[in-house]
């Protein structure tokens, strides 16, 4: 196990770094106090997880963020004092895997480390595979593909837990609370409207036309509903 911090506080590297031995006793951690190099990091290093704090000297930890997804899926969790809904969202919305607040309860901070490294191993969890195929709909959990009119779809860990999710209750509403368990597998703030960025990011990649939605329809209120309309 790699692991990389990204932070410009000392203290916090350290406290990470103690939390992932819990877990991982052999981890390897790498760190650095610079957006830039931590970038960079992530392809000489190839770490299994990134921890990434928003506020670095060098640069904003949104375009760290931003150039780490150019050209990785690595599960990422975003470490920070920022707490305002809109920087939540963003850092979604640009590929984060978890948004954790400073200060944080360890346990807490080790359940979300857990569930983004599972959720990124395909087939770590054989029991919730989901392979579907109905008209030119194919779907297979455990590599994270989706086959879609003579298209081959690249998923990130977390559409895919969802469009699982979906497809599992094809025909059925799914509440966020069902969502929200799927993805993460404890409470989140603001769950509803992360959930909305990841359904989003699925419309865009299989939708005709996304803001007119045929495949993921919303139930206002109470969840989503895949339609099997293809």
């Known amino acids: 196990m790699k692991a990389l911090i990204v932070d410009d506080d000392d203290g916090i590297i350290q406290l990470v770094s103690l939390c992932l031995i819990l877990i991982w006793p ?65 850092a979604f919305e640009l590929g984060a895997d ?20 599972a959720r990124f191993v395909p087939g770590q969890n054989k029991g919730e595979e989901v392979r579907a195929a109905f008209g030119d709909f194919r779907f297979d959990s455990s590599f994270r593909k989706l086959e879609y009119r003579n298209k081959t779809i690249d998923l990130t860990s977390t559409e895919s837990v969802t469009l699982r999710c979906l497809l ?8 966020h609370k069902a969502i929200a368990q799927q993805i993460w597998g404890h409470p989140v703030p603001d769950a509803v409207k992360i959930i909305r960025v990841y359904i989003r990011h699925l419309r865009e990649k299989i939708e005709a036309d996304p803001n007119n939605p045929a495949l993921i329809v919303t139930k206002a209120g109470e969840g989503y509903l895949f339609t099997r309309t293809v």
């Open 98 to 117: 978890d948004y954790v607040t400073k200060p944080f309860r360890q346990f807490e901070f080790l359940a979300r480390v857990r569930s983004a490294v």
């Open 26 to 90: 052999d981890v390897k951690i790498t760190w650095t106090h610079l957006g830039g190099e931590g970038a960079d990091l992530v392809r000489s290093v190839s770490p299994d997880l990134v921890v990434l704090d928003l506020g670095l000297p060098d640069m904003s930890g949104f375009d760290v963020l931003k150039r780490i997804r150019a050209f990785s899926k690595v599960p990422l969790i975003v470490l920070t004092v920022r707490n305002d809904e809109v920087d939540v969202v963003r």
């Open 168 to 175: 599992e209750n094809a025909g059925k509403v799914v509440t």
